[in-house]
Structures are given as structure tokens and as C-alpha cells.
């Protein structure tokens, strides 16, 4: 019995969780996309003449596979220690991935950056394995960048966090991380350099929408609050 209300108080605690019952519509929308969307003469091609400044460089793996660490720990931090953290997160990371995913849907988009991996003349794990990715992760549903959109989205929930906001080593970590994860989309051949823009295009707007408004209320509660401590006259 006791065990039972045990799991009781446990679910009530966590009952925000239900929101990210969102993964599984977006996975079953994002793979539909990825199967159908796969004719060039169909889809979009994304390109930018700065794409080709930009050299293949296989060690961006790194950064491109942290991601799914980052994101995965910055939603299970807030989950635990913050609900309004975990719900303002929540709302920024699912807004602008459905916003993706729309735009995916009515405008079919890819890129043809990929490079002949067999040609580089040279072989190591990163480049084996990009190649396993390239195998199972198509070049379509690309403009705008999830990888870049998500990324600036964790690092904006990290510096507006009351709990981290002043935890400088956290907030640089972050910043570098994320940065890197943007630039890993163009140097592994991902992404075009307009999938970046988008995405950070996205963020920003997602960010006026979702944080600004507490930022509004947040000066105005510590300006009455000054006032009310002022000395009268």
C-alpha cells in the first residue's frame, strides 16, 4: 500500500511529463517525411555560393552526435528541478519543431552537399562513422536546421534558468557547444549554410514569443518592488 501511494505522489510530482508524449508525433511525422520525400525532382534544393567556403572536415562529428546528449539532458534537468523551466523549454523546443515539420510537409527541401566519402583518400572512424549516417539519414527536410534550431533553444533555457543563469563555466560550456553543433550541420556536409540561417532565424523568433513576455513581467514585478521600498516623501 505504502509503495503504492509511493508511485501515486510520484506521478502527480511528474504529470508534466504528459508534454513529451510530443516525441512520438514528431517522430512518426518527421519519418513519414523522411520515406516520401525523396525524388530531387520533387523537393527544393537548398544551396548558398558560401556553402562552397566551407571544407569538409569529419571531426565536426563529435559536436553533431552531442547533440542528442544535449538536448536529451538540458529537457531532463528542467523536468526534475523546474517546471516552468521544463514547460518554457518545452514550448520553444515543440513549437519550432512543428514548425519544421510543416514547412518540411508543404515545401519539400534537400540539399546535394554530400561529399563522396570513398574519394576523401583517407579513412577513420569519424569518417565511418558519417558514412553509417549518411546511410539511414537522408539529405531532405533540412531548411530550417532542427540540430541548429534545438541547440540555440538548450542554450537559451540554460541562460534564462534562474538556477544556472549564474553559473558562468555552465553558460560559456553552452555557448560553445552549441556553436559547435551549428557549425558540425555545414562541415559534415548536413546541411547548407541557409539551413544554419533558418534556423537561427526560427530560434529568434521563437524566442520573443516564448521568453520575452516573462521578461515583461519579471521587470515590472522587480520595479514595483523597488518602488515599494522607496522611501516616502
Known amino acids: 500500500m505504502k509503495r503504492f501511494d509511493y508511485l501515486k505522489q510520484l506521478l502527480l510530482k511528474y504529470k508534466h511529463g504528459l508534454v513529451l508524449s510530443y516525441f512520438f508525433i514528431y517522430l512518426i511525422w518527421f519519418t513519414y517525411l523522411e520515406r516520401t520525400v525523396t525524388d530531387p525532382s520533387k523537393y527544393t534544393l537548398i544551396y548558398s555560393k558560401l556553402d562552397n567556403l566551407i571544407h ?6 563529435i559536436p553533431y552526435f552531442l547533440w542528442f546528449i544535449y538536448i536529451f ?9 523546474s517546471k516552468q523551466d ?8 515543440f513549437s519550432g519543431m512543428t514548425i519544421c515539420l510543416v514547412i518540411y510537409t508543404i515545401w519539400p527541401n534537400g540539399h546535394n552537399l554530400r561529399v563522396d566519402l570513398s574519394s576523401l583518400g583517407r579513412s577513420n572512424i569519424f569518417i565511418e562513422v558519417l558514412s553509417r549516417l549518411y546511410s539511414f ?6 531548411f530550417p536546421s532542427i540540430h541548429v ?6 542554450m537559451i533555457a540554460i541562460n534564462k534558468s534562474e538556477r544556472l543563469h549564474n553559473i558562468k563555466w555552465l553558460q560559456v560550456a553552452a555557448l560553445v557547444l ?7 550541420t555545414v562541415y559534415l556536409k548536413q546541411h547548407s549554410i541557409m539551413d544554419v540561417f533558418g534556423g537561427i532565424a526560427l530560434s529568434i523568433i521563437l524566442y ?10 519579471v ?9 515599494s521600498k522607496a522611501p516616502q516623501s
Open 219 to 227: 521587470k515590472g514585478t522587480a520595479k514595483q518592488q523597488q518602488l
Open 178 to 184: 552549441t556553436v559547435s553543433i551549428c557549425l558540425s
Open 208 to 217: 520573443v514569443i516564448v521568453y520575452v513576455p516573462s521578461w515583461g513581467k
Open 149 to 154: 534550431f534545438n541547440s540555440i533553444g538548450a
Open 86 to 93: 521544463f514547460y518554457k523549454c518545452c514550448a520553444f523546443l
Open 137 to 142: 539519414d537522408t539529405a531532405t527536410n533540412v
Open 73 to 81: 539532458v538540458t529537457v531532463a534537468y528542467f523536468f526534475i528541478t
Open 56 to 61: 569538409f572536415n569529419e571531426w565536426f562529428i
